[in-house]
């Protein structure tokens, strides 16, 4: 039954991928952007891209949160974990980030407290545990992470702890994806849009983006036949001159999205304008504390500014999550910078563009 099962997979996604050329032949070059991050991982570890047409091809977009995520938000970070009692909970990914004083690896190692947690409330239940000690949640990532992060404040502000904070860099994925048209240096002609984030916001989200900017916007899972069967839908959209909004991913996400999850993150949070590594200063693109949860906020409380958004030397991150460059542009990639010694975040990051080509794109 399994043979059997395989099979009829593969001869779907033949039939999908044959589909896509019979569109595409009719067609000039095209670029669609892949925005998130996950679905750049998965579109070279499975071989999806080498099974398309030579005049389609898949750029990546801001869709890492760790790649996205600022110098001056690292080095805010640094610098509190450098303060006496005081413990750094955050996802594995960021910890080996360079800052311009070093990763929170390195800060661990000449005697910061850096602990790596799986959900911010790990990061409250250590802050209980240990009432005279200070704990500093890194809350990074978009829509998809965020309501865990506001359910936890909900939870810290109700039961009155007091040595809980959060240092927050969660960003919102439309107005990057806005921003990204509207500077119009990267054609793109579609998007294929992220799985994750669209369970939260829902299909309907992208409406403004095909409405706006007439691309087609097309949510896609993460096996090889969904991704496929995305990428013809936005194919036979272009074709026939259209741009609408469609869901190749109907079994998860749906069209207003986790209306409880959005619902925790407006009682918690509110649109702000927020700083992306090497684009810069998005309007309305950054979640910042209400006025009734300030007092978790990391940076008052130590009393600690964001530093400028400074890149690594030669490091071309910045133009990678723009889609403006692929990672062997990067004089960097493979050489001085690779997944055991770092430069850049997107070498760092398990969604990092620069990882996956390291990891994956270079048997093509």
């Known amino acids: 039954m399994k043979s059997s099962g395989k099979k009829n997979r593969k001869a779907e996604i033949e039939k999908v991928a044959t589909r896509i050329a019979d569109v595409a032949k009719n067609l000039g070059a095209l670029q669609i952007m892949e925005v998130c991050g996950t679905h750049t991982v998965s579109l070279l570890r499975t071989g999806v891209k080498s099974m398309l047409p030579e005049n389609v091809r898949l750029i990546s977009g801001p869709g890492c949160p760790v790649c996205v995520t600022s110098q001056g938000y690292l080095d805010a970070a640094c610098q509190i974990a450098a303060r006496d009692n005081v413990t750094i909970c955050t996802y594995g990914d960021m910890v080996r980030v360079p800052g311009s004083t070093g990763s929170l690896e390195q800060h661990r190692a000449r005697g910061a407290k850096v602990s790596v947690v799986y959900s911010p409330r790990d990061a409250l239940s250590a802050a209980r545990e ?24 909900l939870e810290a502000a109700a039961s009155g702890v007091e040595n809980f904070h959060v240092l927050c860099a969660h960003k919102l994925v439309i107005p990057a994806m806005n921003a990204l048209l509207a ?154 910078c690779t997944p055991v010694d770092a430069i850049g975040p997107c070498m760092v990051s398990s969604e990092g563009t620069c990882a996956a080509w390291y990891k994956y794109g270079r048997r093509d």
């Not at 000690?133 to 936890?152: D, K």
Request: proline residues 8%; hydrophobic residues 40%.
């Open 183 to 336: 500077g119009g240096e990267v054609p793109i002609d579609g998007f294929l849009c992220p799985g994750h984030v669209s369970v939260i916001i829902g299909s309907d989200a992208y409406k403004q983006i095909a409405a706006d900017y007439h691309k087609p916007c097309v949510v896609a899972g993460f096996e090889p036949l969904g991704m496929l069967t995305a990428i013809s839908m936005i194919l036979e959209q272009i074709a026939a001159g259209e741009a609408y909004v469609q869901n190749a991913y109907g079994r998860v996400v749906t069209p207003s999205g986790n209306t409880q999850g959005w619902g925790l993150i407006e009682k918690v949070f509110e649109p702000g304008t927020a700083t992306w590594r090497a684009i810069g200063d998005i309007p309305g693109s950054g979640l910042n504390l209400r006025d009734e949860f300030k007092r978790f906020d990391a940076l008052e409380f130590f009393g600690v500014e964001m530093g400028p958004d400074v890149c690594p030397p030669g490091c071309r991150c910045g133009e990678v999550i723009q889609g403006k460059v692929t990672p062997d542009q990067c004089p960097l990639f493979a050489t001085s």
């Open 130 to 153: 240990n009432p005279d000690e200070q704990f500093v949640f890194l809350a990074v990532g978009f829509e998809t992470t965020t309501p865990a992060t506001a359910a936890t404040l």
